[in-house]
């Protein structure tokens, strides 16, 4: 079963931020500080120094049923 999760793509150092939960709050830790926050379901907040250098992105992957 294909999933997908939304998340953000830092430019300026290359790193996915996913927050799994709606208090989990992931922050990049290069000189941009780009960060995201809210889960998945919840919201989505995202912040950083330069925003144009942070992307939205969807990440898919398999994940096995059980």
Do not use: A, H
Not at 43 to 51: E, Q
Request: glycine share 10%; aromatic share 10%.
């Amino acid at each position: 079963m294909k999933k997908e999760l939304k998340g953000i793509l830092c430019e300026e150092c290359g790193n996915v931020l996913i927050s799994w939960g709606r208090w989990d709050f992931r922050k990049c830790p290069c000189n941009n500080e780009s960060y995201v926050d809210g889960g998945q379901k919840d919201y989505i907040r995202i912040g950083g120094k330069d925003l144009t250098k942070i992307k939205s992105v969807v990440v898919t992957y398999n994940q096995d049923e059980e």
